[in-house]
Nanobody, 116 residues
Framework: QVQLVESGGGLVQAGGSLRLSCAAS????????MGWYRQAPGKQRELVAR???????NYADSVKGRFTISRDNAKNTVYLQMNSLKPEDTAVYYC??????????WGQGTQVTVSS
């Protein structure tokens, strides 16, 4: 069982920045991937960024150059630094952790709203 607690969402003007954090606890394997998905109203959940325990990263094309994912393995925490935010980044952001060979565990979600 893995528990994930997110923080850092909020309301920001276009062009601003936010930093999301997600702390994991419980049964965490030595090989895992952590990351962020987001879901806007009326749209499917989409991958934003992910990072392996070794530091390999992947980003959605829509956020490349603006968002940076990082993690602190000692704290089992993943971060998402979001810069140059756009109204289309407005969504609920969900953190996840995927232990190798297991389905992902999800956080409760945190709202990010970018005003124009």
């Amino acid at each position: 069982q893995v528990q994930l607690v997110e923080s850092g969402g909020g309301l920001v003007q276009a062009g601003g920045s936010l930093r999301l954090s997600c702390a994991a606890s419980g049964s965490i394997f030595s090989i895992n991937t952590m990351g962020w998905y987001r879901q806007a109203p009326g749209k499917q959940r989409e991958l934003v960024a992910r990072i392996t325990r070794g530091g390999s990263t992947n980003y959605a094309d829509s956020v490349k150059g603006r968002f940076t994912i990082s993690r602190d393995n000692a704290k089992n925490t993943v971060y998402l630094q979001m810069n140059s935010l756009k109204p289309e980044d407005t969504a609920v952001y969900y953190c996840y952790l995927e232990n190798i060979g297991r389905p992902p565990s999800w956080g409760q979600g945190t709202q990010v709203t970018v005003s124009s």
